[in-house]
């Protein structure tokens, strides 16, 4: 122990003796006695510099450390005896993810042990029965609250939705795990790998109890993939939290949201069947095939000459002869022409009965879809 006098650069001797105190198993604080164990790989020294005096299991945001590792003196000690200060928790400055929970009431001033990782009792404010986590209460020692992502898991509460009372909870000590949103809008366009959509939290994939209280922005990076997303309003995606820090929360999706490439991907899909979100109907193809030659022609011939096939009605088909002299409706039998200028005429009525080979095979009926920018 240090005795009175002696020097110890940028640390006040009161302070040094109560952590001396501490670690040789003395007593601390109020009075609370605890053993050198405890000081163990999730437990660190907290000095209550909240202004106040704090009760056990109070929840408190971590400053700058009680001994420094850039100064000489106080080197060993910051190796040694694992130590922080320990102030109201202030959201804005990153207490979501640097807190801790007090093991013993401390007077405003005194140190005290502190969990930092690991199993302890606290009191939570349940917000929603299914949260599976818990944050710190901006501006709060009192208590956490639970939530729909964070760096701590909810292990148990005794109170249900709307209620505050003493839980279990498991800081830092979790596997990451998938969260579920809904998402508030279409997906948000951006070049490169900037899009975007923001999300509501819920609880599982098909989309129960959604937290409209609570708002995610998630990133859709495409990668090196060429296609760009394809999320809807009211679509539920899985994601990962990325940054709980930002104003509006970041995460990043996982899974599957890429979806052929806007204006340049098609599709062939039954005619019967709705077409899905964020695909469109290929107007342009009507009347045209699809050609799989190397370099195929952009424009065709919709109509042919009338003696290549006999063929199921054709209204309205133009029929080109020579002349109006030596082509007429007469020269085939059941075929009525009307005249529209010399050399062409039109069919208006046709023999349906197929006579010939006909030219078409059977055919599924089917739609050609393109992918349509659907972002909002």
């Not at 969260?179 to 599982?204: H, L």
């Not at 939290?241 to 509006?248: I, L």
């Amino acid at each position: 122990m240090a005795i009175k006098g002696e020097k110890f650069t940028g640390i006040s001797i009161a302070t040094w003796n109560k952590v001396d105190m501490f670690v040789n198993g003395q007593t601390v604080g109020n009075s609370t006695s605890f053993g050198r164990n405890k000081t163990n790989a999730g437990v660190v020294l907290i000095k209550n510099n909240t202004g106040s005096d704090l009760a056990q299991f109070a929840v408190v945001g971590f400053t700058d450390e009680l001994f420094s590792p850039n100064n000489d003196n106080q080197l060993d000690a910051f190796k040694n005896y694992r130590s922080l200060k320990g102030i109201i928790p202030d959201l804005a400055v990153g207490h979501t993810e640097k807190y801790g929970i007090i093991q013993a009431p401390c007077k405003a001033g005194d140190i005290v042990p502190c969990m930092m990782s690991g199993y302890t009792p606290v009191s939570l404010k349940v917000n929603k029965d299914w949260h599976k986590y818990a944050v710190p209460v901006d501006g709060s020692t009192a208590n956490m609250e639970t939530a729909p992502y964070g760096s701590t898991t909810m292990m148990y509460t005794s109170v249900s939705e709307g209620g505050t009372g003493l839980g279990f909870v498991c800081l830092r000590n979790t596997l990451t795990t998938p969260i579920f949103g809904e998402a508030k809008t279409n997906w948000n366009d951006a070049d490169d790998d900037g899009c975007y959509v923001n999300v509501y939290p819920c609880e599982n994939l098909a989309g129960d109890n959604k937290d409209s209280d609570n708002e995610i922005k998630v990133w859709l990076p495409r990668g090196n993939i060429e296609q760009d997303p394809n999320i809807v309003e009211g679509d539920v995606i899985t994601l990962q939290m990325a940054d709980m820090t930002a104003s509006t929360p970041e995460a990043v999706a996982v899974g599957h949201y890429l979806d052929g490439k806007v204006d340049v991907t098609y599709r062939l899909m039954s005619a019967s069947e709705d077409t899905p979100d964020g695909w469109k109907i290929e107007t342009s193809a009507g009347g045209r095939a699809i050609a799989f030659n190397s370099d195929p022609p952009i424009t065709g011939v919709d109509t042919h000459g009338a003696f290549i096939n006999d063929h199921t009605t054709h209204p309205f088909l133009t029929v080109a002869g020579p002349d109006c002299d030596t082509f007429k409706s007469s020269d085939i039998p059941g075929l009525d022409f009307q005249s529209s200028g010399c050399g062409n005429f039109y069919v208006v009525n046709w023999n349906t009965k197929h006579s010939e080979t006909s030219n078409w095979q059977p055919w599924f009926k089917i739609k050609l879809i393109i992918r349509d920018d659907n972002s909002a």
